[in-house]
């Protein structure tokens, strides 16, 4: 049987903001010797030096400061720092109690992938999407199901290829949705194959940013598939104006969002 030994194989990097950072829950991280982890709490306003965070010193290193908002500026900070051959970027709001990373890892590490796919839970354990009971690709259209919380980057690879989040989508940024559909779209680009796996990463206890359907982030989600599919947009958009019929606010905002132009 494979196992992983002592080396750090893995890192969790949890993206927070100053006023949610003490709800997060890290103690089941620590006792992995697999695992390495940080949290990235940003700092919007506040000056640096006189954030007092109460942080035993066992964690300090465990800790970054990012000032400035913007949730995937964290991300490309995470892609930075990792030092290990994984990286699970996941959110405040994600329980990881239940997370398998062993057997996860003894099972992607036979693989070459840039990204792997895992799935997140919602409340109560239910599955929001259906997972996958082998590995699969990714399609192009299944792109815009994904979530940042469920993916899994082989950061060396990533790095080789230059790939980085889009700075200009995620919440805190100009268009506050689909940062991960922007990256995963530029990684098939490039001819890499995304695997969905059969792993659960987490389970989601908030209001996913993805289950919102106003006027601004449907204006949003314009730009989301103009910048991923570029002159398939349209033919995306129409599939998802189908999928989702009546999540979105009358005929009007149904119009507007095929034909690409912001409903204000």
């Known amino acids: 049987m494979l196992t992983l030994g002592?080396?750090?194989?893995?890192?969790?990097?949890?993206?927070?903001?100053?006023?949610?950072?003490e709800h997060i829950k890290w103690s089941n991280l620590n006792q992995n010797n697999f695992i390495d982890w940080f949290i990235i709490i940003q700092i919007f306003n506040e000056n640096l030096e006189k954030i007092d965070l109460n942080i035993h010193d066992q964690f300090s290193n465990n800790i970054i400061l990012q000032q400035g908002k913007g949730l995937t500026r964290s991300r490309n900070l995470a892609i930075d720092l990792c030092k290990t051959k994984?990286?699970?970027?996941?959110?405040?709001?994600?329980?990881?109690?239940?997370?398998?990373?062993?057997?996860?890892?003894?099972?992607?590490?036979?693989?070459?992938?840039?990204?792997?796919?895992?799935?997140?839970l919602g409340e109560n354990f239910a599955e929001r999407k259906k997972s996958p009971r082998s590995y699969q690709k990714v399609s192009w259209y299944n792109t815009a199901r994904i979530?940042?919380?469920?993916?899994?980057?082989?950061?060396?690879?990533?790095?080789?290829?230059?790939?980085?989040?889009?700075?200009?989508?995620?919440?805190g940024a100009s268009n506050p949705i689909g940062e991960e559909i922007v990256f995963v779209a530029d990684l098939?680009?490039?001819?890499?194959?995304v695997l969905r796996i059969p792993f659960i990463l987490g389970i989601h206890k908030g209001k996913s940013t993805g289950s919102i359907f106003n006027d601004y982030h449907n204006n949003a989600r314009i730009r989301v598939f103009n910048r991923a599919y570029r002159w398939?947009?349209?033919?995306?958009?129409?599939?998802?104006?189908?999928?989702?019929?009546?999540?979105?606010?009358?005929?009007?905002?149904?119009?507007?969002?095929?034909?690409?132009?912001d409903k204000n």
């Open 147 to 171: 979530g940042s919380p469920e993916m899994i980057l082989n950061v060396e690879k990533i790095r080789s290829l230059g790939i980085r989040f889009d700075e200009d989508f995620g919440v």
């Open 188 to 193: 098939k680009r490039l001819g890499q194959d």
């Open 86 to 120: 994984f990286l699970h970027i996941t959110d405040d709001d994600i329980d990881l109690s239940d997370v398998n990373y062993e057997q996860m890892l003894i099972d992607i590490c036979k693989f070459d992938q840039a990204l792997f796919v895992g799935n997140v």
């Open 232 to 261: 398939l947009g349209i033919v995306i958009r129409f599939l998802f104006l189908i999928k989702n019929w009546r999540r979105f606010d009358g005929s009007q905002s149904r119009i507007f969002f095929i034909l690409g132009r």
């Open 6 to 21: 002592h080396e750090k194989k893995i890192t969790v990097s949890i993206s927070t903001t100053i006023d949610r950072y």
